[in-house]
Nanobody, 125 residues
Framework: VQLQASGGGLVQAGDSLRLSCTAS????????MGWFRQAPGKEREFVAA???????IKYGESVKGRFTISRYSKNTVVLQMNNLKPEDTAVYYC????????????????????WGPGTQVTVSS
């Protein structure tokens, strides 16, 4: 599985962005998916994840109430980011976990098996 994230850019505080993660093949639709982010000098941080069915979702504490993850189609997962803050500035990575448990939601780096190359999100104050 190859993953490609898109939708990053430069916005102002309070704006919205929509990130998309598209997989290269249909097996993606069977995997739980997630988003992480990494700011300069910081560790990669969990943002959100969705189970393979789309029914179970988890968010990192810093984005709860502002970000929404969803399975848009069989091979696309979307991260809608609202009310962006300067501290949301980071490279955002999408990832997939090769797990076939319907209710499973991966949340740590080690839980994921496939990673995309990342897309830059910059929020100015």
């Amino acid at each position: 599985v190859q993953l490609q994230a898109s939708g990053g850019g430069l916005v102002q505080a309070g704006d919205s962005l929509r990130l998309s993660c598209t997989a290269s093949d249909r097996t993606f639709s069977e995997y739980p998916m997630g988003w992480f982010r990494q700011a300069p000098g910081k560790e990669r941080e969990f943002v959100a994840a969705v189970s393979r069915t789309g029914r179970n979702i988890k968010y990192g504490e810093s984005v709860k109430g502002r970000f929404t993850i969803s399975r848009y189609s069989k091979n696309t997962v979307v991260l809608q980011m609202n009310n962006l803050k300067p501290e949301d500035t980071a490279v955002y990575y999408c990832a997939a976990a090769q797990v076939f448990n319907n209710g499973y939601i991966p949340r740590t780096l080690a839980d994921f098996d496939f990673w995309g190359p990342g897309t830059q999100v910059t929020v100015s104050s």
